[in-house]
């Protein structure tokens, strides 16, 4: 069994099936919103760039296309020997196996921070934002990616499988800490229904991923995010 980092929050979807997340990476934002987005507001040509939470890698190689280098953070060790190996051709990558609470970086070292889909839910992520603005250095942006769970078919799915969470509760949160945000209206475009029912399964319960197949007739979904950020 891979070892996980002591202090980081359990993610079930590609923990347990890093190969469907993959197809659901593939699946998300075919048309590169997210990165047009944090382009416009600070690019990371030329930049040290931290990819907190980077799973398998996924995102590594184009951040690396044209940053100066590139860090991914990931707290399950086998997930992170995929992205280095992922990586291994690429000599301006490195990936370490840590937490976004305890980040093995040296002070003032990251131009741009980018978290997708990782840690930065709300309440409870305080840890990692003061090692945000420990390791950001001045001038430089930090962005979290995150599912609207208050909007769409999938924010309604996603508050079946956990009752607990609360949208608004998470936007006073951010907005308590002074991030911006814009909402993004991404979608998930799948190849076939296998593809697609698939990732329902690791991303809702199976009442509610079963429910969901039935809702979606073709092979896209909906898919809102917000993208919030921080200027150092």
């Known amino acids: 069994m891979a070892r996980?980092?002591?202090?980081?929050?359990?993610s079930p979807n590609i923990w347990n099936s890093p190969q469907i997340y993959e197809v659901e990476n593939r699946a998300v934002d075919p048309g590169g919103?997210?990165?047009?987005?944090?382009r416009e507001i600070r690019s990371w040509d030329g930049a040290a760039v931290l990819d907190i939470g980077c799973g398998t890698g996924f995102h590594l190689p184009s951040y690396a296309a044209t940053a100066a280098r590139?860090?991914?953070?990931?707290?399950?060790?086998?997930?992170?020997?995929?992205?280095?190996?992922?990586?291994?051709?690429?000599?301006?990558?490195?990936?370490?196996?840590?937490?976004?609470?305890?980040?093995?970086?040296?002070?003032s070292s990251v131009d741009v921070?980018?978290?997708?889909?990782?840690?930065?839910?709300?309440?409870?992520?305080?840890?990692?934002?003061?090692?945000?603005?420990?390791?950001?250095?001045?001038?430089?942006?930090?962005?979290?990616?995150d599912l609207d769970g208050s909007r769409g078919d999938f924010g309604r799915w996603f508050r079946q499988t956990v009752p607990s969470y609360s949208p608004e509760t998470v936007e006073e949160f951010w907005s308590r800490q002074g991030w911006q945000r814009r909402e993004?209206?991404?979608t998930m475009e799948f190849?076939?229904?296998a593809d697609l029912e698939a990732v329902l399964a690791i991303e809702f319960t199976p009442s509610v991923a079963a429910r969901a197949a039935q809702e979606t007739p073709g092979l896209e979904i909906f898919y809102p995010n917000v993208l919030r950020w921080r200027r150092f």
């Open 191 to 193: 190849s076939s229904r």
């Open 4 to 10: 996980i980092v002591n202090g980081a929050v359990p």
């Open 70 to 107: 590139v860090v991914g953070i990931e707290p399950h060790a086998g997930l992170a020997a995929r992205a280095a190996a992922r990586c291994a051709s690429l000599p301006n990558v490195a990936v370490r196996t840590a937490t976004a609470q305890e980040l093995p970086l040296p002070p």
């Open 113 to 145: 921070a980018v978290a997708r889909w990782a840690y930065f839910f709300g309440p409870g992520c305080e840890p990692g934002l003061r090692e945000l603005t420990r390791v950001v250095c001045r001038g430089g942006v930090a962005f979290v990616v």
């Open 33 to 38: 919103l997210v990165d047009a987005a944090i």
């Open 184 to 186: 993004l209206d991404l």
